[in-house]
């Protein structure tokens, strides 16, 4: 007999809608797992319990006054560079440690009003930038399946949470890679819409031109329920589409029948290694037997990616962190002038990562090197777009992996940037290009690791704009056919170190 | 690039130690940037947006705004309604 923190969220929400189990309780047996597991696996930089037990209680008069909630009753992780009102919000980074959030984002409002519950603030590298949370100024989180490795990121917390059972969903942000890299990861769904799909407000801005929120789960049709909550315009969001959102979490499939798969010619996965290699040639068989015909696409400036990426998310990162100076919020380390109020400000406030990034970013943008780098770089961008346009002609779905490999120990990267940046070649060319794009477990490698010990990889499906629907509806028909995400607990579940 | 000098643009002190670091991590990426001079780009409109939209506009009527005393809360250094700073503006001699 399972408990309400193992339940799917599609579960708890009609067990809470049709009576059966009190969100009070769900929220108990949710906290008592969350207290189990944090001392290893340190999703969260802050708990809300306080808030999560006014909306149990508020969820369980809507209920009993006849209302039913999409996700009513269901416990939420909200990744820390989300605002949530009255609660410490800090993107990871001492320079807003200890701020209290005056407003909601308006995600997070949404799935609140749609009943869920927010059991804490998850970790992430600081301000989103990193694919492992080892940026994270402010805790350390642990991968849920193996606790010497990183969980990923940037939305480590968020993916561990769910992962280790600490929430049924969690929120999460996407720049570069930063929800699917981790999903795959940990072992879980996760998935970025298409630019502008879900609103911006109340996320903390790393890359404007490049950041979505977007939902982590256990099960693709949870995630899909988690978007269809989320997604569609926003007043308060200038870059919020206007277009009407297709609901996914009614449109999933049970077979691939009727859709072109594309294999990019450029994401060959001989180079990964034997067994991850085998991992993604049976993940690739499986679509086809669902029914997919497998067609071979190209995309000629894949290769292009990093670089491009790696100009033009932390030019607008640059632009984005000017606001943090000491002046009206966060930390403020005085000096005589204004001047050397920022400039000390930020030196105590920031980490290497993001100092690094604000200074090329800056470089990129300054005079005589705009058009060089800055410009060229957007440019780049356009070509990228045109190979996925031209790639969605012979295709409706891209299948490739999510990362390079499964989750690597702390401290692997060593101290070279680019050997991080390396992590997310497979997820920026999507994010540059602003399409769908989900991570849903395809498998596990053992490289060289006990059995049972093995580690997530994730498959990585992409779809043309808008087409989100099509996206779950795929993913969901993989994810009932081969199940790796849905019969297998992480160790730590377990009290395996 | 200069390290120093961009740091002074983006406000942000470093110590010599940084100084160092971050030059030689920087020109490595940079390095690496390089390959997209390689790019025909001659013929290519840059993307700000992907999904195109402009003007983006609201009917010009006040709406409720975020309250003061919230927006004044996070502040590190308050003086009434006002967030105090150091000198902005040199005195007059």
Same mark, same amino acid.
């Given at each position: 007999m399972s408990a309400p923190h193992e339940w799917s969220a599609t579960r708890i929400a009609a067990a809470v809608n049709a009576g059966e189990i009190s969100a009070v309780e769900v929220l108990r047996a949710q906290q008592a797992q969350i207290e189990r597991m944090e001392p290893e696996v340190g999703a969260f930089l802050s708990l809300t319990a306080g808030l999560a037990q006014e909306q149990a209680r508020r969820v369980d008069e809507a209920v009993a006054a006849g209302r039913r909630l999409p996700l009513a009753g269901v416990p939420l992780a909200v990744k820390d560079n989300m605002c949530l009102q009255g609660t410490v919000t800090t993107a990871g980074s001492k320079i807003?440690?200890?701020?209290?959030?005056?407003?909601?984002?308006?995600?997070?409002?949404?799935?609140?009003?749609?009943?869920?519950?927010?059991?804490?603030?998850?970790?992430?590298?600081?301000?989103?930038?990193?694919?492992?949370?080892?940026?994270?100024?402010?805790?350390?989180?642990?991968?849920?399946?193996?606790?010497?490795?990183?969980?990923?990121?940037?939305?480590?917390?968020?993916?561990?949470?769910?992962?280790?059972?600490?929430?049924?969903?969690?929120?999460?942000?996407?720049?570069?890679?930063?929800?699917?890299e981790p999903a795959a990861f940990c072992g879980v769904v996760g998935m970025k819409p298409t630019y502008g799909r879900i609103s911006r407000y109340g996320l903390i801005a790393f890359a404007s031109s490049l950041d979505q929120i977007g939902p982590i789960a256990r099960t693709v049709e949870d995630?899909?329920?988690?978007?269809?909550?989320?997604?569609?315009?926003?007043?308060?969001?200038?870059?919020? *589409?206007?277009?009407?959102?297709?609901?996914?979490?009614?449109?999933?499939?049970?077979?691939?029948?009727?859709?072109?798969?594309?294999?990019?010619?450029?994401?060959?996965?001989?180079?990964?290694?034997?067994?991850?290699?085998?991992?993604?040639?049976?993940?690739?068989?499986?679509?086809?037997?669902?029914?997919?015909?497998?067609?071979?696409?190209?995309l000629p400036h894949a290769e292009y990616g990093l670089a491009t990426y790696y100009l033009i998310a932390p030019a607008e990162a640059s632009s984005n962190l000017a606001r943090f100076d000491g002046v009206r919020y966060g930390l403020r380390v005085d000096g005589g002038s204004v001047q050397e109020m920022y400039g000390k400000t930020r030196a105590a406030g920031f980490g290497p990562e993001v100092k690094r990034r604000i200074l090329i970013g800056t470089y990129a943008l300054s005079s005589?090197?705009?058009?060089?780098?800055?410009?060229?770089?957007?440019?780049?961008?356009?070509?990228?777009?045109?190979?996925?346009?031209?790639?969605?002609?012979?295709?409706? *779905?891209?299948?490739?992996?999510?990362a390079s490999s499964a989750a690597f120990e702390f401290g692997a990267k060593g101290d070279d940037p680019v050997a991080m940046y390396l992590m997310d070649y497979y997820t920026i060319p999507m994010s540059l290009a602003g399409l769908p794009a989900l991570s849903v477990p395809c498998g596990f490698a053992g490289d060289g690791l006990p059995?049972?010990?093995?580690?997530?990889?994730?498959?990585q499906l992409v779809a043309p704009l808008y087409e989100e629907a099509r996206l779950f509806g795929a993913a969901h028909a993989y994810e009932q056919a081969t199940r790796f995400g849905l019969d297998r607990v992480p160790p730590v579940l377990e009290g395996v170190r | 690039m200069d390290v120093r000098y961009v740091a002074r643009l983006a406000r942000l002190d470093l110590s010599e130690e940084e100084a160092v670091l971050y030059q030689r991590q920087l020109d490595r990426l940079l390095e690496h940037v390089e390959s997209l001079q390689r790019l025909d780009v001659s013929q290519v409109a840059?993307?700000?947006?992907?999904?195109?939209?402009?003007?983006?506009?609201?009917?010009?009527?006040?709406?409720?705004?975020?309250?003061?005393?919230?927006?004044?809360?996070?502040?590190?250094?308050?003086?009434?309604?006002?967030?105090?700073?150091?000198?902005?503006?040199?005195?007059?001699?």
């Open positions: 807003l440690a200890g701020w209290v959030a005056p407003y909601t984002a308006t995600a997070v409002a949404r799935l609140l009003e749609a009943g869920c519950l927010p059991v804490g603030k998850a970790n992430l590298d600081e301000f989103a930038m990193g694919s492992s949370c080892e940026n994270s100024a402010l805790g350390v989180t642990r991968n849920p399946w193996d606790l010497r490795r990183v969980p990923g990121g940037s939305s480590g917390g968020s993916v561990a949470a769910v992962a280790a059972r600490e929430a049924a969903l969690a929120t999460a942000s996407d720049t570069g890679g930063s929800i699917r995630a899909a329920s988690m978007y269809d909550v989320m997604a569609g315009h926003d007043p308060m969001d200038a870059t919020s *589409l206007p277009r009407p959102v297709e609901p996914t979490a009614r449109a999933l499939r049970d077979d691939l029948r009727g859709l072109r798969v594309g294999l990019v010619r450029e994401f060959d996965t001989k180079g990964l290694g034997v067994e991850i290699d085998a991992v993604y040639r049976r993940a690739y068989e499986q679509l086809a037997a669902l029914g997919a015909e497998v067609v071979e696409v190209a005589g090197y705009y058009d060089a780098y800055y410009v060229r770089a957007q440019k780049a961008r356009t070509l990228m777009a045109s190979d996925f346009e031209r790639a969605f002609a012979a295709c409706d *779905l891209i299948a490739c992996p999510a059995q049972g010990r093995e580690l997530p990889l994730g498959l | 840059p993307t700000a947006q992907v999904v195109p939209l402009t003007n983006v506009l609201r009917e010009d009527v006040p709406v409720p705004s975020l309250d003061r005393a919230a927006a004044l809360a996070g502040a590190p250094a308050r003086e009434g309604p006002f967030i105090r700073v150091p000198r902005i503006i040199e005195e007059q001699e």
